[in-house]
């Protein structure tokens, strides 16, 4: 059991070093406050707080294209620059639109998936210099 365990974070690790991961993590983290934001009724201290707007149809399509972006940063690594801008530009769009970028959570998160998203590079793949064979002296 411990080996598989093992064998498997070693898969993970693999994994998110082939592609954008924290990037796409932080870009489906932005989508999340933006969405949970609009639809939902809060409580301080007894008063009702209700950031439902007449943006609710922005912040859901908002939240929703940065969910994918985000999904889209770790399977399909080849947009990243143009995810990472999309992102951008939606966590930007989000700030007048979906309750202040979901209270500045989404907003940041998301400036910083599509920063990180735009910034990324994907690891060399130089080959490894292979060992000759040594002629043989008689």
Known sequence: MRRRCAEALRGFRTWRGERPFWAGLFTHAAGVPILYFAYVNLSLA???????????????????????????????????????????????????VANLGGLLLGLLSGLIGGSLACAWTPPSTAAQPQPTARPETS
Request: proline letters at 4%; aromatic letters at 8%.
């Open 46 to 96: 007894g008063i009702p707080l209700a950031l439902s707007t007449s943006a609710g149809a922005g912040s859901l399509i908002i939240g929703v294209l940065l969910i994918v972006l985000g999904l889209t940063l770790w399977f399909h690594q080849e947009v990243r620059v143009f995810a990472g801008a999309a992102a951008l530009l939606l966590a930007l769009v989000s700030f007048p």
